[in-house]
């Protein structure tokens, strides 16, 4: 028995009962259901169901349009009018929006009748019990495992009173294990992005966690100072995508980033990288598919709800090495003298003449490290987008092209954008998993591992 | 003002957002209770929230955008065959609840083949329909936006009336979190509370550098009043960071090495927050967090004999302390809040539990409660999050009669003073860590000297907390803190306040952060 309302139903009343001079609704159907685990058993899990929505109402003054927005849980038509009316009324109290713009016309998505798309604790049908299987080889063989894995559908209905109706279907899955000896001395991990769980095996990725404690067997403490060190997909992930969460075109305008040029202005049309290095987004990128129109519940640096519908297709933000773009809004577009180039929720690294994988680097290397990720990776200096954070879970001493032991872990100090200039060897570009920012905030990157002749390992840290 | 004691108060169940108690939440918690017995749970606790939020914010004199949003759903939660089950849900009717208890139960016969250890929860007494307000005196979600939005026009408006300041921004964030309790053991809590989140940065270039001053008002578990009655003085901050910023961008850059810092509160909390606070917490210990935020070099076979820090280091667990993010009267598991013992004299001596956590470790309650007791640690921040081990307000206690800050300062030959925080990170065990903050002053013979640029501290937190020699008397403690402590997976975030008072460390490695970019 439910008494909840469609998606489209909701976005259709509030459209005729806003008393706005536009109206802009965005309603999200999410479904979730997660599995975490520690110590070799299940701690926590999950099935969760909401829906809400987002009501963005305009209204035309003689000084501006001003806006406000206002979201909430809006399972019934009651409860989406009640947005509507906060809306409406937020907007005729608020000021005129410096990011005023004609609102997006027309579009509509040919599935926009669809009903949403619900993931449920059946996904993991095939991986729950490989799980309890892989917990009690673990404990036999002395292993502890931790881990979670979580998988969302999220489908959008975006309308509006100038006739935009797109709806976008968005699977988001992702699965991290860490494995750890039995004295808790030495630490792996496997993770990576999924869109639907198909393939993905709890006991692969505990043979994989007891390779890699094997790796450990042999332990070398190293000091800090600046080492030859191969970054896996994973690690250049974590990198990228500070790279790109700072590559705002305001606020490098206005002479507060990396991007910015000294004297006014951006970096737009300089080589910041070397030659043959691409950094881009494309929603129709294979694996990583993601909304290929804007959704902006509220404006800030990044977005504009002014922009909302706007279509979003490949955009390079480095070419060739040189800087294209940066992330725009029409109103910071205006400002910048560029074109408009919205945020994507995807980003590519590719390198021309990157082959390979991770093994084959280390076969390249004479010595150096290998690490697995990064972690509490936070900016230090906006200037250089000096960035610290820290090895985790796996440093790995290379010696004449093999590993041959595990090393202790420590703090770096360094510029993802310096990287890219700095860099001596690149693999192929795979689909890759951010340990930092995947979970949460930013799974669908794909990206090579990177050797770094001098990689800042500015202190050693005790952590394993 | 009412229930700030950690206890419940009477006059606390008019103050009580109406729009909130006219929700059906006992309704449907009945409903969902009732079919969760039915299905033979030997736990069940069902929560209702309703969390409103609203951020403006400001740049350069305009509006940049105002939003607000809302989080309103249910969960339930259950302990069926040994193992959790947790399901949320937004059908706000008796069956809609009850299907929420079916699905959840139904989670947990998944979880049972692959719970190895029952979960057992550590007894708490039952709270028979009892209420809980926070410490405010005006609702800023009551306030209008229009009249919230000039005054942050007007703060950078007179940010960019200093000289230096190319850009200014400002922000308000806002929140009003409303729950409802119950559980089959037959406690009700209801409870209501404010926090308000104010701040602002200028932003200017120098000659070959650009750089930011922004405010070092905390953020409160308190009303709109924080902006008007005082408690910061607001006017004095505004026309300050302007020439601050401005002796920055001029400043020169530090010289890397080992430096005396005296540590002002506005700083300290953070590294606090991430040395004490994030290690303190029993889950993390016992390897609950290693998958995502990492475990703790305070292992539980250290209780009693880790030596933390310094003799003078006294640090305490409190969820009851008047304005702070972390308060509350009852946790999320039922739970009456307490402040308690985390450092003493140095010397590691408690940690921060949820229930399940406390029936693990029934010895950290004492002889009073055989069976273990929560200290009233967990948190869920969302109806459709399951509630987990979330920080109390952690806090370094000041000397009855200790210095002032200048008296702290007068004591260092070379050093430097800190005021305001930045970037911090720290590493999975809570050793490594590195921080920045808004302004480094340098110390000679006992005076500043002025600012320097470029500067994060890095240590090791038991060298580090080993390194304060001295903390500042009571007229130096400030309660700071931050909305946005991530933590667990699914993540959520938690807020959370730290007070501290200045404190001094000997002999803390400084680095120069243009030499660690530098090639």
């Not at chain 1, 469609?6 to 109206?23: F, H, R």
């Not at chain 1, 690294?349 to 697995?372: H, N, P, Y």
């Not at chain 2, 951020?55 to 509006?63: E, F, H």
């Not at chain 2, 000679?444 to 501290?457: C, F, M, N, S, T």
Request: aromatic share 8%.
């Amino acid at each position: 028995m439910t008494t909840l309302a469609t998606p489209q139903s909701l976005v259709d009343q509030a459209l005729a009962v806003t008393t706005a001079d536009d109206c802009i609704v965005i309603v999200r159907d999410a479904t979730s259901a997660n599995l975490r685990w520690a110590n070799n058993t299940l701690t926590t899990n999950g099935v969760m169901h909401g829906i809400t929505a987002t009501v963005v109402s305009f209204i035309r003054t003689a000084h501006g349009v001003a806006t406000a927005s206002v979201s909430g849980a809006a399972s019934t038509q009651a409860q989406v009018t009640a947005l509507v009316e906060k809306a409406d009324a937020a907007a005729r109290a608020s000021s005129p929006a410096e990011d005023a713009a004609d609102l997006v016309r027309g579009a509509a998505s040919p599935d926009w009748d669809n009903a949403p798309v619900p993931t449920d604790v059946h996904v993991y049908d095939d991986f729950a019990p490989a799980l309890g299987e892989a917990f009690g080889r673990a404990s036999g063989a002395g292993r502890v495992l931790y881990g979670f894995v979580n998988h969302e559908l999220t489908t959008t209905y975006l309308g509006s009173t100038t006739g935009l109706r797109l709806r976008h279907v968005q699977p988001t899955g992702h699965y991290g294990c860490t494995g750890k000896n039995a004295a808790l001395t030495e630490s792996a991990w496997v993770g990576g992005a999924t869109r639907d769980f198909s393939g993905v095996d709890a006991l692969a990725l505990d043979a994989e966690l007891e390779r890699r404690l094997a790796w450990g067997s042999r332990r070398v403490d190293l000091p800090a100072g600046r080492y030859d060190t191969i970054l896996p997909p994973t690690a250049v992930a974590d990198l990228m995508i500070d790279a790109y969460w700072s590559a705002g075109a305001r606020v490098a305008w206005e002479g507060q980033s990396v991007f910015s040029k000294r004297g006014g202005g951006t970096r737009i049309g300089e080589r910041l990288t070397s030659p043959g290095v691409h950094l881009y987004s494309d929603p129709a990128y294979a694996a990583l598919e993601c909304a290929p129109f804007v959704v902006a519940s509220s404006s800030g640096n990044e977005t504009s709800v002014f922009d909302n519908g706007l279509p979003l297709a490949r955009t390079d933000w480095l070419r060739d090495g040189e800087l294209t773009s940066l992330l725009q809004t029409r109103h910071s577009a205006e400002m910048t003298h560029q074109p408009v180039t919205p945020v994507v929720d995807n980003l590519v690294l590719d390198v021309d003449g990157g082959q390979g994988s991770v093994a084959d680097l280390v076969a390249g290397t004479e010595r150096g490290l290998l690490l697995t990720c990064l972690w509490y990776i936070r900016e230090v200096d906006p200037q250089s987008l000096l960035l610290t954070g820290l090895t985790r879970d796996g440093v790995y001493l290379v010696e004449g092209g093999e590993i041959t032991g595990s090393v202790n872990n420590f703090r770096f100090n360094e510029s993802p954008v310096d990287l890219l200039r700095r860099f001596t060897a690149a693999s192929a570009t795979v689909p890759s998993f951010s340990r930092e920012w995947g979970d949460d905030y930013f799974s669908r990157t794909a990206t090579p591992a990177l050797r770094v002749p001098d990689f800042n390992m500015s202190s050693v840290s005790q952590a394993m | 003002m009412s229930g700030t004691s950690g206890t419940a108060d009477a006059g606390d169940l008019g103050r009580l957002d109406p729009t909130f108690t006219s929700l059906p939440y006992r309704s449907l918690g009945d409903a969902a209770l009732s079919r969760a017995r039915e299905l033979g749970v030997a736990h069940a606790d069902f929560r209702f929230e309703r969390v409103r939020y609203q951020r403006i914010g400001v740049r350069d004199g305009a509006l940049q955008g105002a939003s607000d949003t809302e989080d309103l759903g249910f969960a339930v939660r259950v302990i069926h065959q040994g193992a959790w089950g947790f399901a949320s849900g937004v059908d706000l009717t008796p069956a809609g609840a009850a299907a929420v208890a079916e699905t959840a139960v139904a989670v947990a016969r998944v979880a049972a083949s692959m719970t190895a250890v029952p979960v057992e929860l550590a007894p708490e007494p039952v709270y028979d329909d009892v209420t809980w307000v926070s410490s405010y005196v005006t609702n800023p979600l009551d306030v209008p936006v229009a009249e919230k939005a000039a005054l942050l026009v007007d703060w950078t408006e007179r940010l960019r009336t200093g000289a230096a300041v190319d850009h200014a921004s400002a922000y308000l964030l806002q929140v009003q979190e409303n729950k409802y309790y119950a559980d089959l053991a037959g406690t009700r809590i209801t409870q209501q509370r404010i926090r308000l989140q104010p701040g602002f940065e200028a932003m200017g270039a120098g000659a070959d550098t650009f750089d930011s001053m922004a405010s070092i008002a905390p953020p409160v578990g308190r009303g709109y009043e924080y902006l008007t009655d005082g408690s910061h003085d607001w006017d004095a901050e505004l026309e300050q960071v302007p020439e601050l910023l401005a002796e920055k961008l001029k400043a020169p850059s530090v010289e890397a090495g080992t430096y005396d810092l005296v540590i002002h509160p506005s700083n300290l909390w953070l590294t606090i927050h991430e040395s004490i606070g994030h290690a303190t917490e029993l889950d993390r210990a016992l390897g609950y967090e290693a998958n995502y935020a990492g475990t703790s070099f305070a292992t539980y076979d250290q209780l009693g004999t880790l030596r933390y820090g310094s003799p003078v280091m006294h640090v305490t667990g409190d969820r009851t302390v008047e304005h702070g993010l972390s308060t509350i009267g009852y946790d999320d598991e039922g739970v009456q809040t307490r402040s308690w013992d985390l450092v003493r004299d140095g010397v590691l001596v408690g940690y921060q539990l949820d229930r399940a956590m406390a029936h693990m470790k029934p010895e950290l309650a004492g002889p009073d409660d055989p069976g273990g007791r929560s200290n009233g640690c967990a948190y869920a921040d969302s109806p459709g999050h399951i509630p987990i081990q979330r920080m109390a307000n952690v806090s370094l206690q000041p000397a009855a009669d200790g210095p002032s800050t200048e008296e702290l300062i007068g004591r260092v030959e070379r050093g430097l003073y800190v005021v305001g925080d930045k970037s911090w990170s720290i590493d999975m065990q809570r050793f490594n860590f590195q921080f920045t903050g808004q302004r480094f002053y340098r110390i000679a013979d006992g005076e500043l000297v002025g600012q320097v640029r470029d500067v994060a501290y890095q240590a090791t937190t038991t060298d580090f907390w080993g390194s304060m020699e001295a903390v500042g008397g009571p007229q130096t403690w400030e309660l700071h803190g931050a909305f946005n402590c991530g933590k667990a997976q699914p993540g959520q975030v938690a807020a959370v306040s730290h007070g501290c008072p200045t404190a001094l460390f000997r002999g803390v490695r400084i680095l120069n952060t243009t030499d660690e970019a530098g090639h």
